[in-house]
C-alpha cells in the first residue's frame, strides 16, 4: 500500500457535500477529480467554488495565485474510469446502501490495487458498505461535516475489516488537508448524527407545535449556546429530503421514536421547500450561492 496521497476523487460532486471537500481537498494541494453523473452539476459546482475562492481571496485568506492554482487542481468528468489514478477516492452519493456498495464494487475493478476508497455516509455501517466491494480491508468512514470548506471535523470510522494502514492514510489524509479527525466506532449515526437527527426532529416537531417560529428557535439557541448556526439553518443546509433519508435509515436501525421522521418534514418536502437547494425551507435563499468563503 503506498504511504503518500496525491490524487484524491470525489464521487457525487456535483451536490453540496461532494463540491465542499472538494474545495478542502483542492486548497490543500491535492489533485482533485471530481466525478459525477450530471455535466452540468459539475460546471455548476465548479463556478460555485470559484465564486467561494473569490470571497477567500476578498477577504485576504488565500492570494489570487492560490486562488488559481486550486481551481486548476479540480478536474470535472462523468467517466468513471478517470478515477483509475485516485490514490484516495471518497463518495459523496445518495445515503442508499446498495448505492454506496455498487458505486464501490464498480471502482474496485478500475482503481489501482493500494486505492483507499472513504465513504461519506453519516448513517450507514461501514463494514456493511464494504463488504462485497474486493478490497474490505481499504474502505474507511470520513465522515466530513457540511460545509466542509468551513467545518473542520471529521468522523473517521473503521469497518471490521478495514486495516490500521487504511485508517492511518485516510486520517494522514484529513490532517494534512486541513480537517480534525476524530475516531468513532461503526455505530448508527457515528457521534454527529445519533445525536443530531433526534435532536433536528425535536426541533421540528416544537415547531409543528408553535412553541416557536424557526427564527426564534435559532436565535435562542445560538444565543444562548454559542451554536454558530441555528437547527432551522443546518436543516436547510443538508437539505429536508436528507433529513428524511436520514431518518430513514437510522430510525429503522435504533427503533428510536425521537429518530422517525416528523409529519411537518414530509410535509415540507411534499411541497418542494427542501432548503437552499430548492431556495425555500425554513428560510429563503439565493440557490446560486456557495455557503462562506
Request: aromatic share 6%; proline share 3%; glycine share 8%.
Amino acid at each position: 500500500m503506498t504511504n503518500e496521497i496525491k490524487t484524491v476523487a470525489i464521487c457525487g460532486a456535483s451536490g453540496n457535500m461532494g463540491a465542499s471537500i472538494a474545495i478542502v481537498a483542492a486548497r490543500a494541494g491535492f489533485r482533485t477529480i471530481a466525478y459525477d453523473l450530471s455535466d452540468d452539476g459539475l460546471a455548476r459546482a465548479l463556478a460555485q467554488s470559484a465564486g467561494f475562492f473569490a470571497k477567500s481571496v476578498a477577504r485576504g485568506k488565500m492570494t489570487e495565485e492560490e486562488r488559481d492554482a486550486a481551481l486548476a487542481r479540480i478536474e470535472n468528468t462523468s467517466n468513471l474510469d478517470d478515477l483509475a489514478e485516485a490514490d484516495l477516492v471518497i463518495e459523496a452519493v445518495f445515503e442508499q446502501l446498495d448505492i454506496k456498495q455498487g458505486l464501490f464494487t464498480a471502482l474496485n475493478k478500475i482503481c489501482s490495487e493500494h486505492t483507499i476508497f472513504a465513504s461519506n455516509t453519516s448513517t450507514l455501517s461501514i463494514t456493511e458498505i464494504a463488504s462485497g466491494c474486493g478490497r474490505e480491508d481499504r474502505v474507511v468512514g470520513m465522515h466530513f461535516c457540511l460545509p466542509a470548506q468551513m467545518m473542520k471535523l471529521v468522523e473517521m470510522t473503521a469497518g471490521i475489516n478495514t486495516s490500521p494502514e487504511t485508517f492511518e492514510l485516510a486520517s494522514g489524509f484529513a490532517e494534512k488537508a486541513g480537517q480534525i479527525p476524530v475516531e468513532t466506532k461503526d455505530r448508527p449515526g457515528f457521534v454527529l448524527n445519533a445525536l443530531l437527527v433526534p435532536f433536528n426532529n425535536d426541533v421540528i416537531r416544537a415547531i409543528d407545535s408553535e412553541l416557536a417560529t424557526p427564527e426564534d428557535i435559532d436565535i435562542a439557541l445560538k444565543t444562548a449556546l454559542g451554536y454558530k448556526m441555528g437547527p432551522c439553518e443546518l436543516l436547510d443546509l443538508i437539505g429536508l429530503d436528507t433529513q428524511v433519508r436520514l431518518c430513514e435509515a437510522f430510525f429503522p436501525i435504533t427503533n428510536d421514536a425521537r429518530a422517525a421522521a416528523p409529519p411537518l418534514l414530509r410535509r415540507m418536502v411534499a411541497a418542494g421547500r427542501l432548503g437552499r437547494k430548492s431556495g425555500i425551507g425554513f428560510f429563503n435563499y439565493n440557490t446560486d450561492a456557495m455557503f462562506g468563503g
